[in-house]
């Protein structure tokens, strides 16, 4: 594999003081407690990523701490970045976890060059920063301790429930910086949950992270998505699923059909044919060819459905394809300046931050 030649010893030009002679990779970790994965810890150059002017995504900046996800949600769109590793999408994407043990220090010699004007900074756009890893390697306090000494506000989107054990420090960071929290919960039914995404917390347990975090002081946004048709798309389905995230607590809902992207759309393909063999012609058909997305039709139907839902409900939200134009996000200077005229709430500026969702 390409970062697999990069030997201890070598020297690294781009390395942190101390690491020149520290390559890239440094070990391959399996243990008892992790049962079938294997990490990859490797030290990172960088750990700000810079997404694309043209990109749909409402924010310009990522942290990804991790590569490949132990959740295995059999429809994850970044199964596909596996493969620039030369690893498959499918169940190395699941198993073989790459880890930037250094991602933190990283991060911090970043944030303090004088060009970053403290722009906001997303996590979990690409593998869950609260995957299973975590609990193992700590990565997220450092971050978070990063971004908040250096002004900088940042958004977590996560399916994980190890989010609560960083509460207290998140709380901590929201007196100083914008924090927004989002809770991804595709499935409400525990039986397809465990067969579609294995390595996830239950629905159960990711309501009670925003009820936690929603007791803590913050508006929590829960990404109702993939909305997988057929499956959990039914007007009782979708009752349930905001009638629950309502007593969770939470502040906002966004909603969306499924993508199947390169990458996913195969394996997502062998686990219908696998387990609900009886919906492959109707997918095939929402999904022809190398189609990712839903029909509009389809889209348009399913906004029609959810709307008079989170009104019953009193959830504010809306789709995912109606989320607000991408507009820069004010840097550091510039919300000082604001900061200085207009003091507000913790819970209304990450009601703020969260409208980079």
């Known amino acids: 594999m390409r970062w697999n030649g990069q030997a201890i010893g070598a ?4 390395a942190l003081p101390g690491m020149e002679h520290l ?3 440094v070990r391959s970790v399996t243990t008892p407690e992790f049962a079938g994965m294997t990490f990859h810890e490797v030290v990172a150059k960088s750990a700000l990523n810079h997404v694309p002017g043209a990109s749909a995504m409402p924010f310009d900046w990522t942290v990804n701490p991790y590569r490949g996800c132990s959740h295995a949600c059999s429809y994850c769109f970044a199964r596909g970045t596996h493969e620039y ?3 498959d999408s499918g169940r190395d994407f699941d198993s073989q976890i790459v880890v930037k043990v250094n991602v933190a220090d990283v991060l911090r010699t970043e944030l303090a060059r004088p060009s970053w004007t403290g722009d906001a900074v997303m996590l979990g756009t690409n593998t869950d920063p609260y995957q299973r890893a975590e609990g193992r390697y700590r990565l997220m306090p450092g971050i978070i301790q990063a971004l908040t000494d250096a002004g900088t506000p940042f958004s977590i989107l996560t399916k994980g429930t190890l989010l609560r054990r ?3 420090l998140l709380t901590e960071a929201a007196r100083e910086v914008d924090v927004s929290l989002a809770m991804s919960i595709a499935v409400f039914d525990d039986t397809l949950q465990r067969a579609l995404e294995p390595g996830t917390p239950s629905a159960s347990a990711r309501l009670e992270t925003v009820r936690a975090a929603t007791d803590a002081g913050f508006r929590v946004t829960v990404f109702l998505m993939p909305i997988l048709p057929h499956l959990t798309d039914s007007v009782a389905a979708l009752d349930d699923a905001l009638s629950r995230i309502r007593a969770a607590g939470a502040h906002r809902v966004v909603f969306g059909a499924l993508h199947l992207r390169p990458g996913a759309k195969q ?4 686990w219908l044919e696998r387990e ?5 012609g109707a997918y095939r058909g929402l999904y022809p060819g190398a189609s990712a997305y839903a029909p509009k039709p389809y889209r348009q139907w399913l906004a029609k459905r959810v709307r008079p839902l989170l009104r019953v409900h009193g959830l504010n939200g809306h789709a995912e ?3 607000p134009p991408r ?7 510039a919300r000082r300046a604001a900061a200085s005229v207009v003091t507000t709430s913790r819970g209304r500026r990450a009601d703020a931050a969260a409208m980079l969702f």
């Open 23 to 25: 390559g890239g990779f």
């Open 11 to 14: 020297i690294d030009d781009g």
């Open 276 to 280: 609900h063999p009886e919906l492959v």
């Open 166 to 168: 960083d509460l207290p």
């Open 321 to 323: 394809e109606e989320a």
């Open 267 to 270: 394996w997502f393909w062998q």
């Open 85 to 87: 590793l030369e690893l």
């Open 327 to 333: 507009e820069p996000v004010p840097g550091l200077a």
